[in-house]
């Protein structure tokens, strides 16, 4: 069992914090973890708590599972799937493709309104930390945060710095440039529970290719599957009924998953999210960090967010000030924000060029114990190299062209503009080069109907290569 949550009421907190954290999600629960492991005083607050009910990120890559237990935050935590990486299955006939954690690392999954509740738990039973909920906060300047309830007066908390973990939009905490532009959407993800269901392979998780967006596919506990559906841009989320979802994607699920699937669609409402992009940024002003999906998002895929906003929370309260905090999570982070875009693009596009773009992934991924290991390296943050991604992307390029050489014209020149890709992991000056990265992680071309692809038959090859 995890601590008895202790949350304070408003009134019961006192004049000052060394540190007040806006938001306690996954980010800010753990930032206020690490800052009070380093002797800060912190008010963790969370304006809405039943936020936590909403369909949202789950997986925890091994990295994210080192910084939760390394600060408490993981012990008791019974109700979750230990994850050892995923399987691909590229409904091509050839078997779907096992990526392990290198070195025999595990991360987890766990429902996410499970996981919140029990950080919340841990974080408010730490010593230096007071939890109160149930109140709105506003940044008033570096030093101050307006706290405020209805039908009560508002209270001033001083404070030496404040760590926005409110989420991507973090209404009504500050005005900041960095949440107000430059956030585009990209698709929807339609989230559905499937229970008395297998999946092909135990402690993995699944990614299905072929319908008109991949699907990702985990357990969450014992009993329940997550399957998340990613619906293109182009399809408007009227379309996406339950009906719609089952003659869209079924095919290409596996037979284990499919009657499962029917009876969810059946009994079950569909939970929806958007998919979004925007270019992570870690500063607000001097002496406002921010953290978590508050510093940036990019398409859940690659399941990187809860993990990324741990490293955010560590490296905050690893750092001597906020600019090297900002400075080093900006080195950080871009590659995993480049893999996560290259990725979704790689795998839900349907031009020619992403055709052999993709067809070139799942062949090194095949043939290629190091590139296997490279990818997983990369995307569980374990390696931030730019020359890890730039090796990894420049093989796929270079064995895709040279598959494409007797091709139309076209397709050259389709595959030409995923050079990109191993170019921009190579930018001097990755903050400038990442605000054009919006172009490439949604391009106008997206909203055309013909990028959505039909459906196909899933092989039923459960070989994993």
Request: proline share 5%; with cysteine; charged share 20%.
């Amino acid at each position: 069992m995890g601590a008895v949550q202790t949350a304070i009421t408003l009134g019961e907190q006192r004049s000052s914090y060394d540190v007040v954290v806006i938001g306690a999600g996954p980010a800010g629960c753990a930032s206020a973890a690490c800052l009070s492991a380093r002797g800060a005083t912190v008010l963790l607050l969370e304006s809405n708590p039943k936020a936590a009910r909403r369909f949202a990120g789950e997986w925890v890559h091994p990295e994210g599972a080192r910084v939760l237990e390394a600060n408490g935050l993981l012990a008791g935590l019974e109700s979750k799937s230990k994850s050892l990486g995923f399987v691909v299955f590229p409904n091509d006939g050839l078997g779907a493709i096992r990526l392990e954690y290198p070195g025999h690392a595990a991360g987890f999954a766990c429902e996410h309104e499970t996981l919140v509740g029990h950080l919340r738990d841990r974080a408010s039973a730490l010593p230096r930390v007071d939890y109160l909920e149930g109140v709105r906060a506003h940044v008033v300047d570096r030093h101050a945060v307006d706290l405020s309830s209805r039908g009560q007066a508002t209270e001033r908390v001083n404070t030496r710095g404040v760590v926005v973990a409110a989420g991507r939009s973090a209404r009504g905490v500050a005005a900041s440039p960095a949440m107000r532009g430059a956030q585009i959407s990209i698709s929807s993800m339609a989230g559905l529970i499937v229970t008395g269901s297998e999946l092909p392979f135990d402690g993995y998780g699944h990614v299905f290719v072929g319908g008109p967006g991949p699907v990702l596919a985990y357990r969450i506990d014992e009993r329940r599957i997550r399957l998340c559906i990613d619906v293109p841009a182009a399809m408007s989320r009227s379309v996406g009924s339950t009906e719609w979802i089952w003659k869209s994607y079924a095919e290409v699920l596996p037979r284990s998953l499919r009657s499962g699937v029917r009876d969810a669609l059946d009994t079950a409402s569909i939970s929806w999210a958007t998919n979004a992009f925007r270019p992570r940024s870690y500063r607000m002003d001097p002496d406002v960090a921010l953290v978590g999906d508050a510093a940036g998002v990019f398409h859940p895929l690659t399941a990187m967010g809860i993990t990324m906003s741990l490293l955010d929370a560590e490296a905050l309260a690893e750092s001597q000030s906020l600019g090297e905090y900002g400075n080093r999570r900006a080195a950080q982070s871009y590659i995993p924000e480049l893999l996560s875009n290259a990725i979704y693009q790689a795998f839900a596009r349907t031009d020619a060029g992403s055709q052999a773009i993709r067809d070139s992934i799942y062949s090194s991924w095949r043939s290629s114990a190091a590139q296997r290991h490279r990818t997983m390296n990369l995307l569980g943050a374990a390696s931030t190299s730019r020359s890890e991604f730039f090796n990894a992307f420049s093989r796929v390029a270079l064995r895709a062209g040279a598959s494409a050489l007797m091709s139309e014209r076209r397709t050259l020149g389709e595959l030409a503009g995923w050079l990109k890709w191993p170019w921009a992991s190579l930018h001097p000056q990755p903050a400038e080069i990442r605000t054009r990265s919006l172009s490439w992680a949604a391009p106008q071309s997206w909203a055309r109907r013909g990028f959505v692809r039909y459906p196909q038959h899933f092989e039923e090859n459960t070989h994993a290569n």
